[in-house]
């Protein structure tokens, strides 16, 4: 028996945050959701609560998921 790696990736994380994570609907969020030049990704007000929570104590703990936060936190500022 083999395990599975864990996947880090954007559909991933859109997994984690119980939002779709189909290319097309990432990219619609991507498009519909945009993020002023100085707000940190966890501050949006887009997010529920634990969305939020889960975003900060990854950045926080600077998990596995942080550099994909990272890279979703650069398309929000875009």
Known sequence: ???EEP???LAGLFDQLGL???PES???FVET???APDQP???APFWS???AEFLREELRKDA???EVIDELNALLHK
Do not use: G, K, N, S
């Open 1 to 3: 028996m083999t395990l």
């Open 7 to 9: 996947v880090y990736d």
């Open 20 to 22: 779709p994570d189909d």
């Open 26 to 28: 990432i990219d619609r």
């Open 33 to 35: 959701h945009r993020l």
């Open 41 to 43: 990704i966890e501050a």
């Open 49 to 51: 609560p634990a969305q």
């Open 64 to 66: 596995d998921w942080a």
